[in-house]
């Protein structure tokens, strides 16, 4: 079986191909939206998208050596996401799905970075922290469904970062050399500032600290600053992943989403897993942020076991929740 799959939930369209053995994945192309200034505009992400989508596709096909006609179906991500860019990749998989009599395939953003981490790290029956721009969640799959333990109760980990580096001028771009803005401005900060520390349960909230941190700006020394928003922000995240491992019991823990390519978070979990006896395994930064690989091999895992949409029901949703997706492929 092959499938291939479209990313464009949010800044990047990615197009992937997988297959139903080794090495599953035969190729991972993709194109990032970088916004001059400022953040990123829905309108601007559909105009790049929509002018980048056919050399992406091309691309894949080449990597894998094959051609359209191989593919047995198409896979896309329909939510959760930005509207706009959503539609871009929802389009592309239609005309191709109608164009070439394939069957369409519905994935779920979040269940592709969760799938394509159990593929890369191999885990088995992990905790899982999926971090991204969009999404600060902790669940586990229990019943065939994945559930949450743990989540954002308002900006995510990934944004909260983002807007803040934003504002002081920092980025864009986000990423420099694999690594995030806030973590290299870090590096030359030492002193940690009272910022406010919001952990409900297993809950966290980052808008306050995102608040009072640019509040500082001009008061302290940016580097500080920085070093204190990431170092706060990361203790929540392990405060309540460590209430999730003492309530599940779990002996891994999977870190899923563009967030785990953080050194300095890794270095923490590492740290974690020491403490709590618990294997950490974070997926490989190639398939941490958004890529069409995930897509298709989440697809593949779903046609696999049957689950196709029509063309004229293929709706997006940006608000589509990981915890709304039934998973008949893993017991």
Same mark, same amino acid.
């Given at each position: ?5 479209? /990313? ?28 001059? *200034? ?23 096909? *080449? !990597? ?5 006609? @191989? ?23 239609? &005309? ?28 088995? =029956? ?27 109760? +308002? ?6 970062? @983002?807007?803040?580096?934003? *504002? ?34 297993? +809950? ?7 608040? &009072? &941190? ?5 008061? /302290? ?13 990361? @203790? ?30 890794? !270095?923490?979990?590492? /740290?974690?897993?020491?403490?709590? =006896? ?11 942020? =958004? ?18 949409? +029509?063309? =004229? ?9 990981? @915890? ?8």
């Amino acid at each position: 079986m092959l499938v291939l799959g479209i /990313e464009s939930t949010a800044h990047t369209l990615g197009v992937g191909i997988a297959k139903d053995q080794p090495p599953y994945i035969l190729a991972n192309e993709r194109d990032t939206f970088v916004p001059k *200034e400022g953040g990123m505009k829905p309108g601007d992400l559909l105009k790049h998208h929509a002018e980048v989508s056919g050399t992406i596709l091309r691309r894949a096909l *080449e !990597k894998a050596n094959i051609s359209i006609n @191989d593919i047995n179906y198409i896979a896309v991500a329909l939510g959760p996401g930005i509207g706009p860019a959503l539609r871009v990749g929802a389009t592309l998989a239609r &005309a191709l799905s109608l164009k070439y009599n394939k069957k369409l395939v519905p994935v779920n953003h979040g269940i592709g970075h969760i799938e394509i981490g159990y593929l890369t790290t191999e885990a088995k =029956d992990p905790l899982i922290l999926y971090l991204s721009g969009g999404n600060t969640i902790i669940t586990t799959f229990y019943k065939g469904r994945f559930r949450i333990f743990g989540e954002t109760l +308002d900006i995510a980990l990934g944004n909260m970062m @983002d807007v803040f580096v934003r *504002e002081v001028n920092l980025a864009p771009p986000y990423i420099i050399n694999g690594k995030h803005a806030i973590d290299i401005c870090s590096e030359k900060g030492s002193k940690l500032l009272k910022l406010p520390y919001v952990v409900k349960g297993q +809950d966290m909230s980052f808008s306050g600290l995102l608040t &009072a &941190a640019l509040r500082l700006v001009g008061k /302290e020394k940016l580097e500080d600053i920085c070093y204190s928003i990431r170092e706060i922000a990361f @203790d929540m995240l392990l405060e309540a992943t460590e209430r999730a491992l003492a309530l599940t019991s779990k002996k891994e823990l999977m870190i899923v989403g563009g967030v785990a390519a953080s050194v300095s978070l890794r !270095k923490k979990l590492e /740290e974690l897993g020491k403490e709590w =006896d618990v294997q950490i395994k974070i997926v490989p930064p190639e398939f941490a942020g =958004d890529n069409g690989a995930m897509i298709a091999y989440a697809g593949m895992l779903a046609a696999s076991k049957g689950v196709f949409i +029509d063309v =004229d029901k293929s709706y997006i949703r940006p608000r589509w929740r990981v @915890d709304e997706v039934d998973i008949p492929w893993r017991n």
